[in-house]
T-cell receptor, first 112, second 114 residues
Framework: AQSVTQLGSHVSVSEGALVLLRCNYS??????LFWYVQYPNQGLQLLLK??????LVKGINGFEAEFKKSETSFHLTKPSAHMSDAAEYFC??????????FGTGTRLTIIP | KAGVTQTPRYLIKTRGQQVTLSCSPI?????VSWYQQTPGQGLQFLFE???????NKGNFPGRFSGRQFSNSRSEMNVSTLELGDSALYLC?????????????FGPGTRLTVL
């Protein structure tokens, strides 16, 4: 079955430290991949998306993600965490069936 | 440009009742998708409408239904509510298919079933 796995439902990093949120998917077909962010009491907002143009995708707020086909991964990174990055992050994948499958989310906490 | 709006924001119902949630997409967006968000299951896709037609459906029972009007506004209905239906229901709109277009999400309707 096609699935999206986000390792770590909760991640804590210190302010200024590297942020790494993991996303793996199960598919042999290169999909469309997205990262969305949800701030408290708000809907989701698109951070970035991969559409096969380039394996390293840059998004908003200094985030970027690298598509690695051999590892079926699309991990999200940011070099230096800011307090405003505290939110829940969702990886989403289109497996070619016109539906978007979301991971279960990773809640990011920033330690001052 | 106004964002996606959802009404009501909060709703409390009892088991067995039915509920209707409303979503107004961004002007010009013809695709509207609905998701159920719960702490344990994350975001689960309910259905997607495009030009008044249901284009995709998730794995939810028939108690969950929806429709889209000619102005792209959408409603979803849940009949015979169960405790497990308590969740945040999110609506999202996009220019085209949500599978590869950016979706814009509303703030959600939080449904509590007692």
């Amino acid at each position: 079955a096609q699935s999206v796995t986000q390792l770590g439902s909760h991640v804590s990093v210190s302010e200024g430290a590297l942020v790494l949120l993991r996303c793996n998917y199960s598919s042999s077909v290169p999909p469309y991949l997205f990262w969305y962010v949800q701030y408290p009491n708000q809907g989701l907002q698109l951070l970035l998306k991969y559409t096969s143009a380039a394996t390293l995708v840059k998004g908003i707020n200094g985030f970027e993600a690298e598509f690695k086909k051999s590892e079926t991964s699309f991990h999200l990174t940011k070099p230096s965490a800011h307090m405003s990055d505290a939110a829940e992050y969702f990886c989403a994948v289109n497996f070619g069936n016109e539906k978007l499958t979301f991971g279960t989310g990773t809640r990011l906490t920033i330690i001052p | 440009k106004a964002g996606v709006t959802q009404t009501p924001r909060y709703l409390i119902k009892t088991r067995g009742q039915q509920v209707t949630l409303s979503c107004s997409p961004i002007s010009g967006h013809r695709s509207v998708s609905w998701y159920q968000q719960t702490p344990g299951q994350g975001l689960q896709f309910l259905f997607e409408y495009f030009s008044e037609t249901q284009r995709n459906k998730g794995n939810f029972p028939g108690r969950f239904s929806g429709r889209q009007f000619s102005n792209s506004r959408s409603e979803m209905n849940v009949s015979t509510l169960e405790l497990g239906d308590s969740a945040l229901y999110l609506c999202a709109s996009s220019m085209g298919p949500p599978s590869y277009n950016e979706q814009f999400f509303g703030p959600g309707t939080r449904l509590t079933v007692l």
